[in-house]
């Protein structure tokens, strides 16, 4: 008899959890303006403790990610500012020659 009881609160457990599990993968709808604000939410402190992790570990996601922000500021493919140093393989061009 006890087997069966075992048996009933597991399938029970089972059942509760394929239930649970069906609820968390339904879609729901989403606003335009919901999906806005949250695109434009700040990071939250783990997101951006990760981040700073892949910076250390990796050197090509650094170099993305101060990339993407130049994008985001407007200033990616432009004129070099006028402290920039030349990047490796340009050459300046010096008035008089």
Known sequence: MSDWIGLGI???IALCALF??????K???VSIEE???RAHEA???ISAGMTGIQRLLD??????METRDELKQGRYDKKKEAGDKPEAG????????
């Open 10 to 12: 597991i399938v029970a």
């Open 20 to 25: 649970g599990l069906m609820r968390l993968s």
């Open 27 to 29: 879609p729901y709808e």
């Open 35 to 37: 999906f806005e604000k």
């Open 43 to 45: 990071p939250s402190l």
């Open 59 to 64: 050197p090509a996601v650094a170099k993305s």
């Open 90 to 97: 340009e050459t300046e061009r010096k008035e008089g020659l």
